[in-house]
């Protein structure tokens, strides 16, 4: 069975930083790019970014939203993906999922979901 | 970047009743795109992948058909269970983007 869980979310002060982890099982990891979604209470989703696997150069890429605070990062050898928010603003202040595709699959986009870390910046 | 427009935002329906959701592109997706419901408080669930694929363990009332810009999810014979948020996905090209929700009240 294919699991994913996020954590690392906190409440935290405006300006500060956070590193969350998103920790899957049931899958060869190296083969997913992964994608981390936000929503913000009461809002709709907002893909945040997303990783490449390493075959595929293992690059990041970012909504225009966040570019420039957020990284995305994976570490192959523990099935983890990485979302670290830099200056954290209110704005941020959301429940961040992650999901991935198999690579190799383009189609099969979002199959499964972790139930999210909740990020509150105040 | 593409933008993702559907309609209606929110809709009342019945139990047994048959609706359809319509999500259109501002530029073309071929067939890349996806159907999610939400329901309060829980992570978004997959109906439905490339426009008219029906995701494994989703009941046959929910489908999906479209290509290029206009897409439509249809739900037959609704159930009360169906309440929730739907959201339409596109990842034809980066930055994925999301429709803003379609609220369906029961």
């Known amino acids: 069975e294919v699991q994913v869980l996020e954590s690392g979310g906190d409440l935290v002060q405006p300006g500060r930083s956070l590193r969350l982890s998103c920790a899957t099982s049931g899958i060869r990891f190296e083969d997913y790019e992964m994608s981390w979604v936000r929503q913000a209470p009461g809002r709709g989703l907002e893909w945040v970014g997303l990783i490449r696997t390493k075959g595929h150069g293992g690059s990041a890429d970012y909504a225009a939203s966040v570019k420039g605070r957020f990284i995305i990062s994976r570490d192959d050898s523990k099935s983890v993906a990485f979302l670290e928010v830099i200056s954290l603003t209110p704005e941020d202040t959301a429940v961040y999922f992650c999901?991935?595709?198999?690579?190799?699959?383009?189609?099969?986009?979002?199959?499964?979901w972790g139930r999210g870390t909740t990020v509150t910046v105040s | 970047d593409i933008q993702m427009t559907q309609s209606p935002s929110v809709m009342s329906a019945s139990v047994g009743d048959t609706l359809n959701i319509t999500c259109r592109a501002s530029?073309?997706?071929?067939?890349?795109l996806a159907w999610f419901q939400q329901k309060p408080g829980k992570a978004p669930k997959r109906l439905i992948y490339t426009a008219s694929g029906l995701h494994p363990g989703v009941p046959s009332r929910f489908s999906g058909r479209g290509f290029g810009t206009d897409f439509t999810l249809t739900i037959t014979s609704l159930q009360a269970e169906d309440l929730g948020i739907y959201y339409c996905l596109q990842h034809h090209q980066l930055p994925y983007s999301f429709g803003q929700g379609t609220k369906l009240e029961i």
């Open positions: 530029q073309g997706v071929y067939n890349y």
């Open positions: 999901s991935g595709r198999p690579a190799a699959v383009h189609y099969d986009i979002f199959a499964v």
